[in-house]
């Protein structure tokens, strides 16, 4: 199967990787450091252990890559529209992009990616929830390589349920009130989660190891553009919208709306 990693930074590489080592044609798009150092020296990763893939292809020409079986989409929320644009040369019909994961890897270095705690799962499907063939090859392709990848039964209800705060009463009930507004929102859109669902995602969120964190939450200690309009700032305006409050989430969004562009230079703060 021939892949092409859209976003090849610490998820994407990861990924990438393991395809690779399972037998798939693989094609990193990056940028950057991280890029410079897969060309020269190749891709390490840090998981159970530590290997090395010598000859790992990067580029950040997707122009260059030809036609493509599958492009999973591990950029940030706000470059999205800009990477859609740059695969077009890359994909055809039969193409497949996908985009829901549940794991946390960093890059340790550039041309290095490590992988923290031990939650992995990759799910993907068609929007109509078919088995089709190429999802099917997709799943194939993710299984020899050890990834641990599912079809569900509905792709629509697939959501992240990371969160870095759960001990402390106070900041417990605000993760839970905010994945209430989340799910009232998507209901009252025609998604069908199931009244419980907040409450499912946090006693999933007991069940990962202590050290995991949102990307978002890495983002924003390391200074780094987010991607809230996308998240916290996209339930409020759709909430908006059809009249359901989110009191919460603009919370948050209005907390952090000073950090969305990433760390304030010296001549805007003060």
Same mark, same amino acid.
């Given at each position: 199967m021939k892949i092409a990693i859209?976003?090849?930074?610490?998820?994407?590489s990861y990924y990438g990787a393991r395809l690779q080592k399972g037998g798939s044609d693989v094609t990193f798009i990056a940028r950057g450091d991280h890029l410079r150092a897969?060309?020269?020296?190749?891709?390490?990763?840090?998981?159970?252990g530590k290997w090395h893939l010598s000859d790992a292809k990067a580029t950040d020409d997707p122009s260059t890559i030809g036609p493509v079986d599958v492009v999973p989409f591990c950029?940030?929320?706000r470059d999205t529209e800009t990477a859609a644009r740059a695969i077009k040369p890359i994909v055809e019909p039969r193409s497949s992009r996908?985009?829901?994961d549940y794991i946390s890897v960093v890059v340790e270095q550039p041309g290095?990616?490590?992988?923290?705690?031990? @939650?992995?799962? $990759? #799910?993907?499907?068609?929007?109509d929830n078919s088995r089709s063939p190429r999802v099917e090859a997709f799943l194939s392709a993710c299984k020899a390589a050890g990834i641990n990848a599912e079809i569900p039964s509905d792709i629509?209800?697939?959501?992240?349920?990371?969160?870095?705060?759960?001990?402390?009463?106070?900041?417990?009930?605000?993760?839970l009130d905010l994945m209430?507004?989340?799910v009232a929102v998507g209901r009252a859109r025609g998604i069908p989660l199931a009244p419980d669902f907040a409450e499912n995602c946090l006693a999933a969120m007991d069940q990962l190891a202590p050290e995991m964190q949102a990307s978002m939450a890495t983002d924003l200690s390391q200074g780094k553009p987010l991607e @809230?309009?996308? $998240? #916290?700032?996209?339930?409020?305006?759709?909430g908006n919208e059809i009249g359901v409050p989110t009191p919460c989430c603009r919370a948050v969004r209005d907390i952090l709306a000073l950090y969305v562009d990433g760390r304030r230079s010296k001549a805007q703060v003060g």
């Open positions: 859209m976003g090849a930074g610490s998820i994407g897969m060309q020269r020296h190749g891709l390490t990763v840090e998981d159970a950029v940030k929320l996908c985009s829901a290095m990616v490590r992988k923290i705690g031990h @939650l992995e799962r $990759l #799910a993907f499907g068609e929007y629509m209800l697939e959501r992240s349920t990371i969160g870095p705060i759960r001990s402390h009463s106070l900041t417990r009930q605000f993760g209430k507004e989340v @809230l309009p996308w $998240l #916290a700032g996209a339930v409020v305006e759709l």
